[in-house]
């Protein structure tokens, strides 16, 4: 049964890797390409919210809790 399945499948397989290969390379990227250049400003405002606001807090966090210790134990 397998052996009659075998090459159907990977046929079917091997097309539907292409179409979806295809749309990736000329669908997908172009468009994220895009994205990604347009919003150049909203990276740099981003990243400065991420400076000003949550970097403080979780390196204020981290000094908080780096004298915590774990021990692992067998008995």
Request: proline content about 4%.
């Amino acid at each position: 049964m397998s052996l009659l399945l075998a090459v159907p499948v990977s046929l079917i397989t091997g097309i539907l890797f292409a179409i979806l290969s295809c749309l990736h390379i000329w669908c997908i990227m172009p468009c994220v390409q895009i994205c990604l250049i347009n919003m150049h400003s909203i990276k740099t405002i981003w990243g400065s919210v991420l400076d000003i606001a949550i970097s403080p807090f979780f390196k204020s966090m981290g000094k908080c809790c780096n004298a915590i210790n774990l021990r692992l134990a067998r008995d």
